[in-house]
């Protein structure tokens, strides 16, 4: 479907061509680790089996079996406590005030600090996250900032109802007013007081659940 390549009327197994599966697997592998990408390819034969029976699925049999499923890194290895997370994301917007680089360049690393310290305090999943929308996910109230997600947005489909870190509230304010407008292309005109929180400065829009833009 994000391909326009789309074609309800046809059976699934008919979809499934050689080409649609080399660029699902490409597009996979470009965004997720191994194990995962074998998970995914897996799931895909599984279904394919059950909606399909009698089609001839050998090719992605054979490519599911060619699949690394070994972990790519050790993840445990990778943790970080959150003290040191809110510190390196402070550190980043400390250095985009001071840094001699192009605005766009100062914005994006403002941006990422702040993606960062405020994970540190609320840990949001990505999708979530990229989604926040100013006026919809984050209000400011009479009380101060607050972050409110609906439940049918939410993986578990419980609301997310949390205030601000008051200490985030200023850097927070400081990206509104001053980095933010600068991660928006050239031919994009900024919303007023809507729009996505965290912009990715290809689009415009806002962020990908992967958060690298």
Not at 159 to 177: G, N
Request: glycine residues 6%.
């Amino acid at each position: 479907m994000r391909q326009g390549d789309f074609d309800v009327m046809a059976d699934p197994a008919q979809r499934c061509t050689h080409e649609r599966l080399r660029a699902y697997l490409s597009l996979l592998q470009e965004n997720l680790a191994p194990a995962t990408v074998a998970s995914r390819m897996r799931a895909l034969k599984r279904m394919l089996a059950l909606m399909c029976p009698d089609a001839d699925l050998r090719f992605l049999y054979a490519t599911v079996g060619r699949l690394d499923t070994r972990p790519s890194i050790d993840r445990r290895a990778r943790l970080r406590m959150a003290d040191e997370l809110l510190e390196y994301g402070i550190a980043l917007m400390s250095e985009a005030e001071s840094l001699d680089d192009t605005p766009k360049r100062r914005a994006q690393r403002y941006r990422n600090g702040l993606i960062i310290a405020l994970l540190s305090y609320r840990p949001l999943r990505r999708s979530n996250l990229a989604n926040v929308h100013l006026g919809v996910h984050l209000l400011r109230l009479d009380e101060g900032w607050r972050i409110k997600i609906p439940g049918e947005e939410t993986k578990t489909h419980h609301p997310i109802d949390e205030p601000m870190p008051q200490s985030l509230v200023p850097y927070l304010e400081r990206y509104l007013s001053h980095f933010r407008a600068s991660l928006f292309p050239r031919k994009v005109m900024p919303p007023g007081d809507g729009g996505p929180l965290f912009v990715s400065s290809r689009s415009g829009h806002a962020m990908r659940g992967h958060l690298r833009q």
